[in-house]
């Protein structure tokens, strides 16, 4: 149990275009999903923290104008990186908790996107 | 401020043993995790520790003691497909996760 999946697992688009990542959680209700960046030989980077239904919270230095985060329910987030650049290519992950067994806190990954911005 | 330390790179040999720190100084303690992450793929989760001591998973064990802020990842009978990075992270007292770096492992023959 605790599945999560991505899509698309990897997208190639062009400078100055908008790119959708969905979210979702297969068989449990995420009550808070995450969205990381991750960047070749470097740890994960918490972008924002959403919880369905609410606005998402951004860490400092992320601009929520660019990465839109939308959790519309318990099992579907999407970030929308738009007019895309090439520094922000990267490997996005999301995660999401809700499951109750070791810690409701714990945190399940999904497969990643590895974006590429040209 | 918070911190969470970890080894850079760790290299051992297969079939040893190797035992992986993290240190963390937290805003409060709501338990720590370890996470496998080979490259180019997402983080799995491989143990929560909430409580101090021992908790043993097959060939994986993991330690820990809050009262030193402090614990350890243990890879017993190693094999080349356990060369990845290992992630520390500890949940805040606002059920915050804070991440390590990660742990590069490299095994040799």
């Known amino acids: 149990g605790a599945v999560v999946s991505q899509h698309p697992s990897w997208v190639i688009c062009k400078s100055g275009t908008s790119v959708k990542i969905e979210c979702r959680s297969l068989d449990f209700q995420a009550t808070t999903m995450f969205w990381y960046r991750q960047f070749p030989k470097q740890s994960l980077m918490l972008m924002a923290t959403?919880?369905?239904?609410?606005?998402?919270?951004?860490e400092q230095g992320v601009e929520k104008d660019k990465f839109l985060i939308n959790h519309a329910s318990l099992t579907l987030s999407t970030l929308t990186v738009t007019s895309a650049h090439p520094e922000d290519s990267s490997f996005y992950i999301c995660?999401?908790?809700?499951?109750?067994?070791?810690?409701?806190?714990?945190?399940?990954f999904g497969p990643g996107t590895r974006l590429t911005v040209t | 401020g918070q911190n969470i330390d970890q080894p850079t790179e760790m290299t051992a040999t297969e079939g040893a043993i190797v035992q992986i720190n993290c240190t963390y100084q937290?805003?409060?303690?709501?338990?720590l995790f370890w996470y496998q992450q080979h490259a180019g793929e997402a983080p799995t989760f491989l143990s929560y520790?909430?409580l101090d001591g021992l908790e043993e998973k097959g060939r994986f064990s993991s330690f820990l003691s809050r009262s030193k802020g402090y614990s350890y990842l243990l890879l017993k009978e190693l094999q080349m497909k356990d060369s990845a990075s290992y992630l520390c992270a500890v949940l805040d007292s606002n059920y915050q996760l804070i991440w390590g770096a990660g742990t590069k492992l490299i095994i040799k023959p």
């Open positions: 937290t805003s409060g303690f709501n338990g």
């Open positions: 995660s999401a908790s809700g499951v109750r067994d070791r810690s409701s806190y714990e945190q399940y």
């Open positions: 520790n909430v």
């Open positions: 959403s919880n369905e239904g609410s606005k998402a919270t951004y």
